[in-house]
C-alpha cells in the first residue's frame, strides 16, 4: 500500500563537503544512505529517517544537514501532521500505533514553573569549594524514634534500623531492562553506579551473570513477567524492587518482540530463544494491597530481611492514597514515575494520555504521608522527565529522598531520543540487540559519560544548597519553603505546597 | 494585634543578642544583672522584639503550669478562660503586673494563670505534659486574638516589641528572684511588630533565645507537624523549641544525643569514629535528619535544671562561655559577662555543634560543668 506518510526530515548533504567515505551509509541501520559507485554520489531515502542524527554526528566533514521537513499538511489547529500521520499510519497497518522513550507533548512542565532560593545578608551563603557539602542520602524505612539504654554506664542503641542503600549522590538510573537496552548499555550503567556510590536498576529483564559483580550497586526487578528471577538473583541485589507499573505506560504489561531475545536475553530472562516475552498488565498474584504486603514479605524473607524492598508505580490520579497503602503493607521506598517516564516500547495513545506529571504527584505523595505520620517508613524515589541538577534539587526540595534518571542516562550515553527504541535499530547501540550496533557503545566510554554527568550535577548540586545556606541535603528534602512557584494557578501552588514568587 | 497576623505563611529573619545566666546551686538572683547584661549588646537588636525567662519566680505555685498569655481584647480573654475552665482547675488568674516604660507601647492585655488538669479531661494513658502542650496548640491555633507564650512550672517568660531592657523594666524583671536566667534582644528583618513573635520560646518547661536563621526550617518544621506540633509563630526559634521537646522529653533522648541531631557532625566525621559512637552517630542521623539545624545559629536552650548553649554545626554565629564560681554564662558576646561579673575570668569558646550544658548540681550530682566531650561535629576545615 503506498503510504501518505510524508518524510519526517529532510537530509541536505553538501556535495562539495561529502568525501564520499559513507560512514552516514554504514552507521544508518535504518538504510537511508547509501554510495551508488557508478555516479560517485551518496543518495539518501529520507522517507526512512528518524532524526537520530547518527550520520551527521559522525560525517567527518559536517557535510550533512538533517531537519524537519517543512513540507506539512494544511494548517489546522486540531488535524496537525502529527495527527493525520498517526491516522494514515494506522489506515495503513491496521495496528496500534508504537512508541519510545517518554511523553513528548507540551503538558505543563512543572520543574520549569518553580525556582529556588539562595540566602542574602541575613544568613550566609555557604562555598562548596571550601566547605564540606553533604549529598549522602540513606533509602529505607526510618524508625518513628530512636530508643537509648544504659550498657556498663554507656549509652547504647536499643533501636536497630532495618536495611538501608546508602546513595553518594541522590540520583539513581531507572529501571532499563536487559532487552530493551543492549548488554553494553547495562554495564555500562552498572559500572557508573559502582563508581558514583549510586544505584542503578535492572528492569524486568533479570541480570546478566557477568555483572553479578556489580551487585553491590544493583537494584534487581521483580515485574509481572517475573523474567529472570530466581534465587541467586535476588541474592546477588542490594535491593529489590516490585514493579507493578511504569509512568510511560501505566496500567498495561509490556512486549519484548522474540527478534529481541537473543541466546544471551533468552538465559537471562529465563524463556525460549526467539519468544515474545510478555509482561502481564497487573501481576496475576497482586489484586489488592493486602497481596502486595504478601509479595513483599516473601522477598524480604527470600533475602533474610538483609535487604529494602522498593515498589515502584505509575504516577496516576490517587497515587497518594495508594502510597499510603503500599507503605503500611511494608515497602521501604515507593517509586513514583510520572507521565514523561520513558519506554522502550508503549503504545502512543497510553504513553501521551495517561498517568499524571511527576511534579504534582511527588507533592500529594510527601503531603499525604506527612498528613498520616508515616512519611519516615519509607523513602520516596520519584522518576519520570528529571532533565537537569536543578530538577534534581527541586524534587528533593518538593519531598523525594532521591531521584532515578533514566532517559538522561541514556542520552549522556548517546541517545537522541529519536522515540524509535521499539524498532531495535538503535543506531547508537543502545536499544538494540543488533551486536553489529551494540559494539558501538563502548562500556568504558559509556561509564566514562555517566559517571562525568553525575559529577557535574553533583557539583551543581552543592552549588545551589550552598547558595540556600545550606550544607546537607536532608536539609533540603522536603523543605519547600525553598522553592517559589511562577506562573501558577493557585490550585497547583496549593498541591504543590508552595508559595508564588514574590509572596 | 494578634487576630490574623500569625500566620503569615514563612519564618522570619532576625540577627539577635542572646545571654544566659544560671546560679549552679540554685540561689535565686534577680532580673537586675540580665538587663545590664542585655542592654550592653545592644546594636545587636533593633527594638522590634526582647524577651526574658526565669526558673525558679513561682516558688508558690512551684508544681503548677503556669500559662501566660497575651490578648488583643477582653472577648479573647473570656473566650480563652472558657476553654482554660473546661480543661483545668485554675487555682490563680491575675494580671501579669508591668508598668508604664517609655519604649514599649499598645502592649495587648497580658495575664497569667496556675493551672492543673482535670482529672476528669485527663485520660488515664496521657501524658499530663502532652495534654498540656495540646492545650497549647488549641488557643494559639483556634483562639483568635489569644497567644500562650509561656507554658512551664515555676518558671514565665516575658516578652515583647522593644528593646529588651525596656521590656524587662516593663514587666518589673527586678522584682523576681530566679536561678536560671537567659535574654534575648531581636533584629528582626521583616517583623510585623508583634509581641508574640519576640523571644524566648518557650513551650512547657523549655525555653528558647536564639541568634540565627535556620535554613532548614521548612523541613524542621514539617517533620514537627507529623508528631503533632503546630508551629504558628513561623520563627526558626519555635521549632527548636519543638525539636527538643520532643527529642528529650518525648523520645528520651540525652542531651548530648539531642546536639548530635541539631548539630549533626558530618559524615566524613562519624565515619572515622570507633565503631559503636560510629553506629549512634549514623543511627541518629539517619532517623533524626530531618532536624537537622542547617544554616547559621547559636541558641540557649533552658530547662528546670540545665543551660544548654549550642552552636550550629559550623559556627557561623558567635557563642561564649563562661563560668565564676557557682555562676555560669553563656552569650552573644564576652563584654556583658564582664560587665556583671567583675571577678569573671574563666571564659571560653565552644566549638561548633559542641553543646555547652551547664546543670543543677543537686540534678547533675557532681560540682563540675557538664561540658559535653566533644562530639566531633566541631572543627570542621573552615579554610
Not at chain 1, 46 to 55: D, H, Y
Not at chain 2, 53 to 65: S, T
Not at chain 2, 102 to 122: C, K, M, Q
Not at chain 2, 258 to 267: E, G, K, Q
Request: net charge negative.
Amino acid at each position: 500500500m503506498k503510504t501518505y506518510i510524508l518524510p519526517q526530515y529532510l537530509i541536505e548533504r553538501d556535495d562539495y563537503r561529502c568525501i564520499r567515505c559513507e560512514v552516514c551509509a554504514r552507521q544508518c541501520a535504518f538504510d537511508v544512505h547509501w554510495y551508488d559507485e557508478e555516479e560517485d554520489a551518496v543518495f539518501a531515502d529520507e522517507s526512512k529517517c528518524v532524526g537520530c542524527l547518527r550520520c551527521a554526528t559522525l560525517c567527518p566533514t559536517h557535510a550533512l544537514v538533517v531537519r524537519p521537513n517543512p513540507t506539512s499538511t494544511p494548517e489546522n489547529a486540531n488535524w496537525t501532521t502529527q495527527v493525520l500521520h498517526n491516522i494514515y499510519k494506522q489506515a495503513e497497518t491496521g495496528g496500534v500505533l508504537l512508541t519510545g522513550m517518554g511523553c513528548d507533548k507540551d503538558y505543563p512542565i512543572y520543574w520549569d514553573r518553580i525556582v529556588l532560593d539562595a540566602s542574602q545578608v541575613t544568613n550566609p551563603s555557604i562555598d562548596p569549594l571550601r566547605e564540606p557539602m553533604e549529598l549522602r542520602t540513606y533509602l529505607g524505612a526510618k524508625p518513628d524514634k530512636v530508643e537509648m539504654r544504659e550498657k556498663k554506664g554507656k549509652p547504647v542503641l536499643k533501636t536497630t534500623l532495618t536495611p538501608q542503600l546508602r546513595l553518594d549522590i541522590p540520583i539513581m538510573f531507572s529501571a532499563i531492562s536487559y532487552g530493551a537496552i543492549s548488554y553494553n548499555a547495562c554495564e555500562s550503567l552498572a559500572r557508573a553506579a559502582t563508581e558514583l556510590g549510586t544505584f542503578y536498576n535492572t528492569g524486568e529483564g533479570g541480570l546478566h551473570r557477568n555483572l553479578y559483580k556489580y551487585g553491590d550497586h544493583t537494584i534487581c526487578q521483580v515485574a509481572s513477567g517475573r523474567f529472570g528471577v530466581h534465587a541467586d538473583y535476588l541474592e546477588v541485589a542490594a535491593a529489590l524492587e516490585i514493579k507493578i507499573g511504569q509512568g510511560a505506560k501505566p496500567g498495561i504489561g509490556g512486549h519484548l518482540p522474540g527478534e529481541k531475545v537473543s541466546a544471551e536475553i533468552s538465559r537471562t530472562r529465563m524463556i525460549p530463544k526467539g519468544t515474545d516475552a510478555l509482561s502481564p498488565a497487573p501481576h496475576h498474584d497482586i489484586y489488592s494491597i493486602e497481596d502486595l504486603a504478601q509479595l513483599i514479605y516473601a522477598l524480604k524473607e527470600a533475602t533474610h530481611w538483609e535487604k529494602p524492598v522498593s515498589v515502584k508505580i505509575a504516577a496516576v490520579h490517587n497515587s497518594a492514597a495508594i502510597a499510603s497503602g503500599m507503605v503500611r503493607a511494608g515497602a521501604d521506598i515507593i517509586a513514583l514515575d510520572g507521565i514523561r517516564g520513558g519506554t522502550g516500547a508503549a503504545p502512543t495513545m497510553i504513553r501521551d494520555n495517561v498517568g499524571i506529571p511527576i511534579e504534582l504527584a511527588l507533592a500529594a505523595v510527601d503531603d499525604r504521608l506527612r498528613e498520616e505520620g508515616i512519611r519516615n517508613r519509607a523513602s520516596i524515589v520519584v522518576a519520570g522527565g528529571i532533565r537537569s541538577s536543578a530538577d534534581v534539587i527541586k524534587a528533593i526540595a518538593l519531598g523525594a529522598d532521591a531521584v532515578y534518571i533514566g532517559t538522561a542516562a541514556l542520552v549522556a550515553m548517546g541517545c537522541h531520543v529519536c522515540q524509535k527504541c521499539y524498532t531495535g535499530n538503535c543506531n547508537w547501540g543502545i536499544a538494540t540487540q543488533d551486536p553489529y550496533l551494540s559494539k558501538r557503545l563502548n562500556p568504558e566510554v559509556g561509564t566514562r559519560r555517566l559517571v562525568n554527568l553525575l559529577t557535574g550535577w553533583s557539583h551543581e548540586i552543592m552549588e545551589m544548597l550552598g547558595g540556600m545556606g545550606i550544607n546537607a541535603i536532608e536539609s533540603l528534602r522536603g523543605n519547600r519553603l525553598r522553592l517559589r512557584g511562577v506562573g501558577l494557578t493557585q490550585e497547583e501552588l496549593d498541591i504543590l505546597g508552595i508559595k508564588h514568587a514574590g509572596s | 494585634m494578634l487576630k490574623g497576623v500569625r500566620f503569615h505563611g514563612d519564618k522570619d529573619f532576625s540577627g539577635c543578642s542572646i545571654f544566659g545566666m544560671m546560679n549552679l546551686k540554685g540561689d535565686m538572683f534577680d532580673g537586675e544583672p540580665m538587663i545590664t547584661a542585655i542592654a550592653n549588646m545592644k546594636d545587636r537588636s533593633n527594638g522590634l522584639g526582647g524577651g526574658f525567662a526565669a526558673y525558679g519566680i513561682y516558688p508558690q505555685y512551684a508544681e503548677l503550669i503556669c500559662f501566660h498569655v497575651m490578648f488583643d481584647d477582653q472577648a479573647a480573654r473570656r473566650e480563652t478562660e472558657e476553654f482554660l475552665k473546661s480543661s483545668f482547675v485554675i487555682h490563680a488568674a491575675e494580671a501579669i503586673p508591668t508598668r508604664a516604660c517609655e519604649g514599649v507601647e499598645d502592649p495587648p492585655l497580658l495575664w497569667r494563670y496556675f493551672l492543673e488538669p482535670h482529672e476528669i479531661t485527663l485520660c488515664e494513658e496521657e501524658d499530663p505534659d502532652d495534654f498540656v502542650v495540646k492545650a497549647v496548640m488549641h488557643i494559639n491555633v483556634r483562639v483568635d486574638g489569644a497567644f500562650v507564650f509561656s507554658s512551664g512550672r515555676n518558671m514565665g517568660v516575658f516578652k515583647g516589641v522593644g528593646f529588651p531592657e525596656d521590656i524587662g523594666r516593663f514587666f518589673r524583671l527586678e522584682e523576681y528572684q530566679g536561678y536560671i536566667w537567659v535574654a534575648h534582644g531581636r533584629f528582626p528583618t521583616n517583623t510585623q511588630g508583634w509581641w508574640g513573635g519576640a523571644h524566648p520560646f518557650n513551650i512547657l518547661d523549655w525555653s528558647v533565645v536564639h541568634n540565627g536563621e535556620i535554613s532548614s526550617y521548612g523541613i524542621n518544621l514539617r517533620y514537627l507537624e507529623m508528631f503533632g506540633y503546630a508551629c504558628t509563630l513561623h520563627t526558626d526559634t519555635e521549632v527548636i523549641a519543638y525539636a527538643v521537646d520532643l527529642l528529650v522529653r518525648r523520645h528520651g533522648l540525652s542531651v548530648p544525643d539531642m546536639a548530635r541531631v541539631l548539630a549533626a557532625p558530618l559524615w566524613t566525621e562519624i565515619d572515622r569514629m570507633p565503631a559503636e559512637e560510629k553506629e549512634i552517630h549514623t543511627v541518629l542521623r539517619q532517623t533524626y535528619g530531618s532536624l537537622l539545624l542547617n544554616g547559621p545559629f547559636s541558641v540557649i536552650i533552658s530547662n528546670r535544671s540545665q543551660m544548654i548553649g549550642l552552636t550550629d554545626r559550623i559556627r557561623l554565629r558567635p557563642l561564649v562561655a563562661g563560668r565564676n564560681g557557682d555562676f555560669m554564662y553563656i552569650s552573644s558576646e564576652e563584654a556583658p559577662m564582664h560587665l556583671i561579673d567583675d571577678t569573671l575570668k574563666d571564659t571560653w569558646i565552644p566549638r561548633g555543634g559542641e553543646p555547652i550544658v551547664a546543670e543543677l548540681e543537686e540534678v547533675a550530682g557532681v560540682v563540675e560543668v557538664v561540658e559535653a566531650e566533644a562530639i566531633g561535629a566541631a572543627g570542621m576545615d573552615t579554610a
